[in-house]
């Protein structure tokens, strides 16, 4: 059978320089000496090199203040203006990619109970599971009766084959909510626990009523 994503709960600042954006800082393009240099002379360059290297010196200098827009403008000039300067056009790309990932808003962190819910949603059906456990123990830690959060750190542990501590939450969520027996019964991102005892007598054991405990926050459907 094959495995469904975990339903979303709901929807929910600059990045730091890169390493390519710091190894460009002092480096500027390697042009070639014009011929009449000492040593032997270099190949004829065409007029418009010399133009290209300036303009793609000028969008380095840009990048290097971190200004992203400006300096995308400029290098992609540069393939524009100049498309016979193949030579030029691997380091312009090598560029444009880093201007492209700099300027490119990065999703801020999760700060409530439901952005947290949701970002572990996402990081478990990404297979991301330690992202996951680590936005669910700040909703555990800010809620410790929150089963909804509890239940999922199940399903995390779970599928890193960490039956003690998936076992563990298991019973705390149904503790909390009993109605977590019966989706623990067909939940398919418990199947790493099916052949353990412990967890068929959990989920087998009868049906308590349901306590006062409150539920902040329902987000997972029947799958």
Known sequence: MAKQPR???RPTKAPAESSSARSGRKHGPETAQPAGSAGAPGPQRRSTYFE????????????????????SAILESV?????????LHERVRLYLNVCQ???TPR??????IDERLYAATLAINGGQYDQAIA??????????????AIYMLAVAHAQRDEHAEALAH??????LNPENRALARNDPDLEPLHDDESFR???EAPSMPRSSVRRPLKTRTAR
């Open 107 to 112: 999703v801020p962190d999760p700060q409530t």
């Open 79 to 87: 393939l524009r203006q100049y498309p016979e300067e193949k030579e």
């Open 201 to 203: 007598a959990t989920i």
């Open 7 to 9: 339903p979303l709960p």
């Open 52 to 71: 290209a290297v300036a303009l793609y010196e000028r969008g380095v200098e840009a990048l290097q203040r971190h200004d992203y827009r400006q300096a």
């Open 101 to 103: 990932r700099q300027a």
């Open 170 to 175: 298991l019973e705390r969520a149904i503790a």
């Open 135 to 148: 936005h669910l123990r700040l909703v555990r830690d800010e809620d410790p009766d929150n089963d909804h």
